[in-house]
């Protein structure tokens, strides 16, 4: 797409660094260089104000990724392309049948509202539930890798959704501050919702997260 708008050597694009790494490849195939900005914490898609700021006489594109199944807030990033006469591109992901997503969304429903100690996710704008994923806050530094390793020694699935962001990658290394972006990168673990899972795992889940309190102290 970047190729067929004709975005090229010389030109910049501005793109996530909370996500895979694909997008900047995809960038710098086509000649061109990724600029990062920062995300919003809740969507942890593109912020509008974040792309602005990182918008040159040479950007000539900005690359929305959806995230976790939550839909990026389109309106102000268009709004800024028409200003700025930038070509907006989107990047979603796969989906399952709709089926399949309600039964995400009951799921996680019930995390809403049985979980203590996590920031659950927010709902809005047609969550799909790709991914469930809370947020675990540190004490002056991350608890979220203890969190984890509680949470699995107790038999439940997690993963930590974006381990390294794209730009702390050598190949695509930058001084920019992103902060939300670390932040998110920090705190951020997705918990399972798949449709085959049972109210029992259900409970299980809940339960190994619960007795945790929360945060773990992290061990110095």
């Known amino acids: 797409m970047l190729r067929a708008a004709g975005v090229g050597l010389g030109d910049e694009v501005v793109v996530p660094a909370f996500g895979n790494v694909e997008v900047a490849e995809a960038v710098a195939m086509a000649g061109a260089m990724p600029i990062?900005?920062?995300?919003?914490?809740?969507?942890?898609?593109?912020d509008a104000s974040a792309v602005e700021a990182a918008v040159t006489p040479r950007t000539a594109?900005?690359?929305?990724?959806?995230?976790f199944g939550r839909i990026a807030d389109l309106a102000p990033l268009h709004a800024l392309g028409a200003r700025q006469e930038l070509l907006v591109l989107?990047?979603?992901e796969s989906e399952a049948p709709y089926?399949?997503?309600?039964?995400?969304?009951?799921?996680?429903?019930?995390?809403?509202?049985?979980?203590?100690?996590?920031?659950?996710?927010?709902?809005?704008?047609?969550?799909?539930?790709?991914?469930?994923v809370v947020r675990v806050p540190g004490n002056g530094r991350p608890d979220r890798d203890a969190f984890a390793r509680a949470v699995?020694?107790?038999?439940?699935?997690?993963?930590?959704?974006?381990?390294t962001p794209v730009h702390r990658l050598p190949e695509f290394r930058r001084c920019?501050?992103?902060?939300?972006?670390?932040?998110a990168a920090d705190e951020t673990l997705t918990l399972p919702v798949d449709a085959t899972l049972t109210k029992r795992d259900m409970q299980r889940i809940v339960s190994a997260c619960n007795a945790l309190g929360g945060l773990l102290q992290p061990a110095f």
């Open 36 to 46: 990062f900005a920062d995300i919003d914490p809740v969507t942890y898609c593109l």
């Open 61 to 67: 594109a900005v690359v929305v990724v959806h995230r």
């Open 90 to 92: 989107e990047q979603g």
């Open 99 to 132: 089926d399949e997503i309600a039964q995400r969304r009951e799921r996680a429903a019930y995390l809403d509202a049985k979980l203590r100690g996590v920031r659950t996710p927010d709902n809005g704008d047609g969550h799909t539930y790709q991914q469930y």
């Open 152 to 163: 699995r020694a107790r038999g439940v699935e997690c993963r930590v959704p974006v381990k």
């Open 176 to 183: 920019v501050s992103l902060p939300e972006t670390e932040r």
